[in-house]
């Protein structure tokens, strides 16, 4: 599976229920469930977390929100996935959901001792997703230079 869309209702299972907005850290954790699965889903097996990076957050997500967290393959390096995780919300009640934030993710295949272990090869074909794994490919090389 190259991509998979989680949706659900924004809720606060860990701050007050009247608070207006789902905190950042929230969302970030649904960034990382969603790429966590697409990326475990094509190694077939568990991944870690390498990197989560350029999330802007352009709006917030109320409670009551409908929420869809898409992750998709970029491309892949061995042991390594590179995926963009976008999210979007909206009224459950219909209408247009809104981009919230876009990011980039990179995710290694792990063995049973958590050692990192070869996955098959994904590249992209289509025009479109040849510029996303361009972009993606650009912004990890470019986090790596700043470290």
């Given at each position: 599976?190259?991509?998979?869309?989680?949706?659900?209702l924004?809720?606060?299972?860990?701050?007050?229920?009247?608070?207006?907005?789902?905190p950042?850290?929230?969302?970030?954790?649904?960034?990382d469930?969603?790429?966590?699965?697409?990326?475990?889903?094509?190694?077939?097996?568990?991944?870690?977390?390498?990197?989560?990076?350029?999330?802007?957050?352009?709006?917030?997500?109320?409670?009551?929100?409908?929420?869809?967290?898409?992750?998709?393959?970029?491309?892949?390096?061995?042991?390594?996935?590179n995926?963009?995780?976008?999210?979007?919300?909206?009224?459950?009640?219909?209408?247009?959901?809104?981009?919230?934030?876009?990011?980039?993710?990179?995710?290694?295949?792990?063995?049973?001792?958590?050692?990192?272990r070869?996955?098959?090869?994904?590249?992209?074909?289509?025009?479109?997703?040849?510029?996303?794994?361009?972009?993606?490919?650009?912004?990890?090389?470019?986090?790596?230079?700043?470290?």
């Amino acid at each position: 599976m190259q991509s998979i869309t989680l949706r659900f209702l924004a809720s606060h299972p860990t701050t007050s229920p009247s608070a207006a907005r789902i905190p950042g850290g929230t969302v970030l954790r649904w960034v990382d469930e969603a790429g966590f699965a697409c990326a475990s889903a094509w190694a077939r097996g568990p991944c870690v977390t390498q990197f989560v990076g350029s999330a802007a957050f352009l709006q917030p997500i109320r409670p009551g929100d409908l929420v869809e967290v898409h992750a998709r393959l970029a491309y892949t390096q061995d042991a390594t996935l590179n995926l963009v995780v976008d999210v979007r919300s909206g009224s459950v009640q219909g209408g247009a959901l809104h981009d919230v934030v876009h990011c980039v993710a990179a995710y290694t295949a792990v063995d049973a001792e958590e050692r990192p272990r070869s996955v098959d090869r994904w590249m992209p074909d289509t025009p479109g997703d040849i510029a996303l794994a361009q972009r993606v490919q650009a912004h990890l090389e470019a986090a790596r230079a700043a470290q």
